[in-house]
């Protein structure tokens, strides 16, 4: 399993240790947030707001896993970057798995992505495109793309729904666990390590049976009853 979470957005951000100009590159965020809405997005002083509760995400899917016996590799603050993504073997990965910010153009899906690291990032952007990942060589059962409208896009006559998604079952991933709208940080973070108890537990549970096993347990419980913070994920490719 691959775990992307936590990037580090701001030079501002305490993570970042050294000042700036000595080892790290703070990404014109304007400018990249630009091209991401196709150049149409006027985004003024454009600022991107960490997600905390991807750490805890991300460290409690990593101690499942380990739980479960499967290896782990995981990526958080400077190295949850592009360059770190697109330059490993993917191909060994039975699971990818992205908490972070999710950034939906409808217009140009070409442009929608995930937001990684835009500090320290020595070689690409910091944004994970949907025209980049459709270069992607996968071999991975489970992608899971836990950030907001990840299972949204412009809807292509004949092709269905162009976005992050369709990326990714393009580049070889047969199913996708994505989202239909914006969703909570904290509520996600318990959804899904809900989910991973259930796919990891080693009885042969299928992505679509193990979700829906994580939003039952949402739904009894009063804190996340409400389908605001259970219904927006999906899983699109095959549900066995």
């Known amino acids: 399993m691959l775990i992307v979470a936590d990037p580090i957005f701001s030079q501002k951000d305490v993570r970042v240790k050294a000042p700036a100009?000595?080892?790290?590159?703070?990404?014109?965020?304007?400018?990249?947030?630009?091209?991401l809405?196709?150049?149409?997005?006027d985004t003024g002083e454009a600022e991107i707001k960490r997600l905390t509760d991807t750490r805890t995400e991300a460290d409690?899917?990593?101690?499942?896993?380990?739980?479960?016996?499967?290896?782990?590799?995981?990526?958080?603050?400077?190295e949850a970057n592009e360059t770190n993504?697109?330059?490993?073997?993917?191909?060994?990965?039975?699971?990818?798995?992205?908490?972070?910010?999710?950034?939906?153009?409808?217009?140009?899906?070409?442009?929608?992505g995930l937001v990684l690291s835009l500090v320290g990032e020595q070689q690409k952007d910091g944004f994970l495109r949907v025209s980049e990942v459709f270069n992607f060589r996968?071999?991975?059962?489970?992608?899971?793309?836990?950030?907001?409208?990840?299972?949204?896009?412009?809807?292509q006559r004949g092709e269905g729904v162009m976005g992050l998604s369709r990326a990714f079952m393009y580049a070889g991933a047969p199913t996708v666990g994505a989202s239909l709208w914006a969703i909570a940080d904290?509520?996600?973070?318990?959804?899904m390590s809900d989910f991973y108890e259930a796919y990891l537990a080693g009885q042969g549970t299928q992505p679509?049976?193990?979700?829906?096993?994580?939003?039952l347990k949402m739904l009894n419980n009063p804190r996340y009853?409400?389908?605001f913070y259970w219904a927006p994920f999906i899983m699109i490719g095959d549900w066995k």
């Open 21 to 35: 100009g000595e080892g790290t590159r703070s990404l014109p965020l304007a400018t990249a947030v630009s091209d």
């Open 186 to 191: 904290r509520s996600t973070a318990q959804l």
């Open 37 to 41: 809405a196709g150049g149409s997005l």
């Open 225 to 227: 009853s409400a389908p």
């Open 208 to 215: 679509a049976g193990a979700l829906r096993s994580a939003q």
């Open 138 to 155: 996968l071999s991975t059962p489970l992608v899971m793309l836990s950030a907001c409208e990840t299972g949204l896009g412009r809807v």
């Open 85 to 112: 993504v697109a330059g490993r073997d993917l191909q060994r990965y039975g699971v990818l798995h992205f908490a972070t910010h999710g950034l939906l153009n409808t217009d140009h899906p070409q442009f929608s």
């Open 60 to 78: 409690e899917i990593a101690r499942l896993a380990r739980s479960a016996q499967t290896s782990v590799d995981v990526l958080l603050d400077l």
